[in-house]
């Protein structure tokens, strides 16, 4: 996948499906100011060039039962390449870690976790984080508000 050099048109296209993911191209087209066929060409390269890598509905946490959020800051006895990706490997399969993050520092990795109650991240905790291999220790931070959730990153 060769990079693409990007436009104005492209950036304006980014722009508006960060903020409107399900917008019909048709609409996008008219937003962007080009007609619908070539904003679909447009679309469909930046995809193939990776600017665009999926689409997803954003979803209420809470109205799904999920009402905590934590960050755990994780350090490991070893960072080793193969064992930092065994834990990204182990990461990976539980479903209440949403992000994870290798850092640089005293800190190996950070975890965005959600769970149903403090009961059940408190089980996630001690059941599967803190007893997972080479994990030699973990902090976290309970999360009190959400002030700013904005996906992607600025275009343009």
């Keep these: 996948m060769g990079k693409k050099t990007l436009d104005q048109t492209d950036v304006k296209i980014l722009t508006t499906l960060l903020e409107q993911g399900r917008i019909t191209n048709k609409d996008l087209a008219d937003k962007v100011g080009i007609s619908a066929p070539p904003c679909l060409r447009r679309v469909r390269a930046l995809e193939k060039a990776g600017y665009i890598t999926g689409y997803h509905a954003e979803v209420e946490a809470a109205l799904l039962g999920y009402t905590v959020t ?80 904005q996906p992607g990153v600025p275009v343009g």
């Design 70 to 149: 934590v960050f755990a800051m994780v350090g490991l006895e070893s960072q080793a390449e193969i064992d930092l990706q065994a834990f990204e490997d182990l990461v990976r399969s539980w479903p209440e870690v949403r992000e994870c993050h290798m850092l640089n520092g005293d800190i190996d990795f950070i975890l965005k976790i959600v769970a149903m109650d403090l009961a059940s991240f408190q089980t996630f905790l001690t059941q599967k984080l803190t007893s997972a291999p080479n994990v030699a220790n973990v902090k976290t931070s309970l999360t009190i508000r959400q002030s700013k959730k």
